[in-house]
């Protein structure tokens, strides 16, 4: 017999940040993610088709993305290098 299966995620659902497609099983994501908040969840995801279940856990890794924009404390700088060295000099702007 073919059963039709629901799906639904029974823990490791911080906060609502993921939700599932009861029908299908796909997981996708609800809410924005955060790298500086969480870097990752364990979500358990069960299957049943009324009479039986099962479960898995689905690991999410959050891959940090640099959302802030390099500043500039001021419009110009200022620095000096000695003529004719021979290694590669490290400059502090001033």
Same mark, same amino acid.
């Given at each position: 017999?073919?059963?039709?299966?629901?799906?639904?995620?029974?823990?490791?659902?911080?906060?609502? =940040?993921?939700?599932?497609?009861?029908?299908?099983? =796909? @997981?996708?994501i609800?809410?924005?993610?955060?790298?500086?908040?969480?870097?990752?969840y364990?979500?358990?995801?069960?299957? *049943?088709?009324?009479?039986?279940?099962?479960? =898995?856990m689905?690991? @999410?890794?959050? @891959?940090?993305?640099?959302?802030?924009?390099?500043?500039?404390?001021?419009?110009?700088?200022?620095? *000096?290098?000695?003529?004719?060295? =021979?290694?590669?000099?490290?400059?502090v702007?001033e």
């Amino acid at each position: 017999a073919n059963a039709k299966l629901r799906y639904q995620i029974t823990s490791g659902n911080t906060m609502g =940040t993921f939700d599932v497609e009861p029908e299908v099983g =796909t @997981i996708f994501i609800a809410q924005r993610l955060d790298y500086e908040q969480v870097q990752r969840y364990e979500l358990r995801l069960v299957a *049943s088709d009324g009479k039986w279940e099962n479960q =898995t856990m689905v690991v @999410i890794n959050v @891959i940090n993305q640099n959302d802030e924009a390099p500043l500039f404390t001021q419009t110009e700088y200022h620095a *000096s290098v000695m003529e004719e060295l =021979t290694e590669f000099p490290v400059l502090v702007l001033e």
